[in-house]
């Protein structure tokens, strides 16, 4: 098992290793979470729904493929538009 680094996207926080994003929320905040793919298959988020980004904290990205999975304990509405692989 790979070590995950902590990263952070706006009010939620990110961990990030090869193949699994684990989205949590910052406890001083409640923004929800928009995510949805790019035409290449990026993972993409938002915590307003119109500004999205690739970038997962510093740089990395996350190519939507298998056996990539996604996770949460984020306790906010997760919104999901057009995840494919």
Known sequence: MQA???RVVLAI???LS???VDFEADLLNSDDLYSRT???GLLECSTDGSNYTTDLGGGP???ICSGVSIDSDLDTTIYVNG???
């Open 13 to 15: 926080s990110v961990l």
């Open 18 to 20: 090869a193949t699994t």
């Open 61 to 63: 990205t996350l190519c």
């Open 38 to 40: 790019t035409a290449g």
């Open 83 to 85: 995840l494919t692989d």
């Open 4 to 6: 995950r680094e902590e």
